[in-house]
Protein backbone atom coordinates (compact mmCIF):
# COMPACT_ATOMS: atom_id res chain seq x y z
CA UNK A 1 0.00 0.00 0.00
CA UNK A 2 1.11 3.22 -0.70
CA UNK A 3 1.04 6.59 0.71
CA UNK A 4 0.23 9.51 -1.29
CA UNK A 5 2.91 11.88 -1.24
CA UNK A 6 0.92 14.89 -0.65
CA UNK A 7 -0.48 13.45 2.69
CA UNK A 8 2.97 12.55 3.30
CA UNK A 9 4.10 16.25 3.07
CA UNK A 10 0.71 17.55 4.36
CA UNK A 11 1.19 15.37 7.73
CA UNK A 12 5.19 16.25 8.26
CA UNK A 13 4.16 20.27 7.94
CA UNK A 14 1.58 19.51 10.55
CA UNK A 15 3.76 17.72 12.67
CA UNK A 16 6.36 20.42 11.98
CA UNK A 17 4.02 22.78 13.23
CA UNK A 18 3.23 21.52 16.57
CA UNK A 19 6.90 20.82 17.56
CA UNK A 20 7.38 24.22 16.78
CA UNK A 21 4.90 25.41 18.87
CA UNK A 22 5.91 23.62 21.76
CA UNK A 23 9.82 23.85 21.31
CA UNK A 24 9.20 28.09 21.00
CA UNK A 25 7.05 28.48 24.18
CA UNK A 26 9.43 25.87 25.96
CA UNK A 27 12.20 28.41 25.91
CA UNK A 28 13.16 30.52 28.87
CA UNK A 29 12.71 34.22 28.38
CA UNK A 30 15.85 35.14 28.56
CA UNK A 31 16.85 33.17 25.20
CA UNK A 32 14.15 34.69 22.91
CA UNK A 33 16.56 37.63 21.82
CA UNK A 34 19.66 35.01 20.87
CA UNK A 35 16.63 32.78 19.51
CA UNK A 36 14.95 35.77 17.40
CA UNK A 37 18.43 37.00 16.12
CA UNK A 38 19.34 33.26 15.15
CA UNK A 39 15.89 33.57 12.85
CA UNK A 40 17.09 36.69 11.61
CA UNK A 41 20.12 35.48 10.07
CA UNK A 42 18.23 32.76 8.89
CA UNK A 43 15.49 34.98 6.91
CA UNK A 44 18.62 36.53 5.31
CA UNK A 45 20.05 33.70 3.99
CA UNK A 46 16.36 32.63 2.26
CA UNK A 47 16.46 36.19 0.94
CA UNK A 48 19.76 35.61 -0.74
CA UNK A 49 18.37 31.93 -2.02
CA UNK A 50 15.13 33.99 -3.30
CA UNK A 51 17.33 36.53 -4.76
CA UNK A 52 18.81 33.84 -7.07
CA UNK A 53 15.90 31.88 -7.51
CA UNK A 54 14.31 35.29 -8.67
CA UNK A 55 16.91 35.64 -11.12
CA UNK A 56 17.23 32.44 -12.53
CA UNK A 57 15.04 33.35 -15.61
CA UNK A 58 16.24 31.59 -19.09
CA UNK A 59 12.82 32.45 -20.89
CA UNK A 60 13.19 36.17 -21.10
CA UNK A 61 10.05 36.70 -19.42
CA UNK A 62 9.88 38.44 -16.48
CA UNK A 63 6.40 36.28 -15.34
CA UNK A 64 7.76 32.98 -14.51
CA UNK A 65 7.06 31.23 -11.80
CA UNK A 66 11.07 31.16 -10.37
CA UNK A 67 10.46 35.08 -10.75
CA UNK A 68 7.03 35.29 -9.26
CA UNK A 69 7.69 32.42 -6.49
CA UNK A 70 11.34 34.70 -5.30
CA UNK A 71 9.63 37.37 -5.22
CA UNK A 72 7.27 36.29 -2.83
CA UNK A 73 10.11 34.51 -0.72
CA UNK A 74 11.57 38.23 -0.76
CA UNK A 75 8.35 39.68 0.51
CA UNK A 76 7.60 37.14 2.97
CA UNK A 77 11.36 36.98 4.22
CA UNK A 78 11.46 40.89 4.80
CA UNK A 79 8.45 41.02 6.77
CA UNK A 80 9.94 38.52 8.91
CA UNK A 81 12.78 40.18 9.60
CA UNK A 82 11.71 43.83 10.32
CA UNK A 83 9.16 42.24 12.11
CA UNK A 84 12.00 39.79 14.26
CA UNK A 85 13.76 43.45 14.86
CA UNK A 86 11.20 44.95 15.72
CA UNK A 87 9.96 42.51 18.24
CA UNK A 88 13.80 41.91 19.51
CA UNK A 89 13.82 45.75 19.92
CA UNK A 90 11.21 45.33 22.51
CA UNK A 91 12.41 42.50 24.41
CA UNK A 92 15.83 44.88 24.97
CA UNK A 93 13.90 47.83 26.29
CA UNK A 94 12.63 45.07 28.41
CA UNK A 95 15.78 44.87 30.16
CA UNK A 96 16.58 48.60 30.24
CA UNK A 97 16.09 49.99 33.42
CA UNK A 98 13.67 52.50 33.48
CA UNK A 99 14.51 56.33 34.37
CA UNK A 100 12.94 57.82 37.50
CA UNK A 101 11.19 61.21 37.07
CA UNK A 102 12.83 63.46 39.17
CA UNK A 103 10.23 66.84 40.14
Known amino acids: MEIDPFIFRL ?4 LSIFVGYYVVWSVTPSLHTPLMSVTNAISSVIIVGAIIAGLANDT ?18 AVNIFGGFLVTQRMLAMY ?3 KKDKK
Open 11 to 14: SIFI
Open 60 to 77: GSVFNNSSIFGFLAITLA
Open 96 to 98: KKK
